[in-house]
């Protein structure tokens, strides 16, 4: 199946900072790329869609100030959390999308192992 | 408004008894059915897509089925290491051409030895 890699794992940043979180698509080229954030216990709340070379589409209530999205190559997505604060802790996955082999099939999505930040 | 449940919210089995996971979803059209597993701390790792009513797939001990209200993830003689949160995602025809994905809360998984 398709890899997806995500950089850093875990950081640890003072509030006020802000962190970069990469998400690559391996073996594949994905023109979108969505992230996540997921809570304990809870199941994954989408934030954004990332298409290449334009800008992202964020959900509802995702401050696109605050959760600033690059996808700026067909392999790479950046999520950068500016000004972090406590209550961004949280784990952010990224996904990237497998084209479709067969016409009108859906696209499959693949994760990144997902980042860890926490906010001090 | 689209959307997907699953039951139970959490199973506990032991080794070797099998069961079924479910997953419920009212959608205006159904372009794909997910399911995925998800370790504590990791990504959510790929299982199996479904797309039409009468579709089956197969993986190890697990296999999926797929009817035009639901899917069931079954678990044939489950060890300790299918231990995890199972989670069924659809997408719909109507999501645009983002066309994200509808998520339901998941299944905890646990196994006993």
């Known amino acids: 199946g398709a890899v997806v890699s995500q950089h850093p794992s875990r950081v640890i940043c003072k509030s006020g900072t802000s962190v970069k979180i990469e998400c690559r698509s391996l073996d594949f080229q994905a023109t979108t790329m969505f992230w996540y954030r997921q809570f304990p216990k809870q199941s994954l709340m989408l934030m954004a869609t990332?298409?290449?070379?334009?800008?992202?589409?964020?959900e509802q209530g995702v401050e696109k100030d605050k959760f600033l999205i690059n996808h700026a190559s067909l392999t790479l997505s950046t999520l950068t959390v500016t000004s972090a604060h406590p209550e961004d802790s949280s784990f952010y996955i990224c996904?990237?999308?497998?084209?479709?082999?067969?016409?009108?099939?859906?696209?499959?999505?693949?994760f990144g192992p997902g980042t860890r930040l926490t906010v001090t | 408004e689209d959307q997907v449940t699953q039951s139970p919210e959490a199973l506990r089995l032991q080794e070797g008894e099998s069961s079924s996971l479910n997953c419920s979803y009212t959608v205006s059209g159904l372009r794909g059915l997910f399911w995925y597993r998800q370790d504590p701390g990791k990504g959510p790792e790929f299982l199996f897509t479904l797309y039409s009513a009468g579709e089956e797939k197969e993986k190890e001990r697990l296999k999926a089925t797929l009817t035009k209200k639901e899917s069931f993830l079954h678990i044939t003689a489950p060890k300790p290491e299918d231990s995890a949160t199972y989670l069924c995602a659809v997408q719909a025809w109507n999501a645009g051409n983002n066309r994200k994905l509808i998520w339901g809360l998941g299944t905890s998984l646990a196994v006993n030895p």
């Open positions: 996904s990237a999308r497998d084209p479709p082999r067969t016409s009108g099939r859906s696209y499959e999505q693949y």
């Open positions: 990332s298409n290449e070379g334009s800008k992202a589409t964020y």
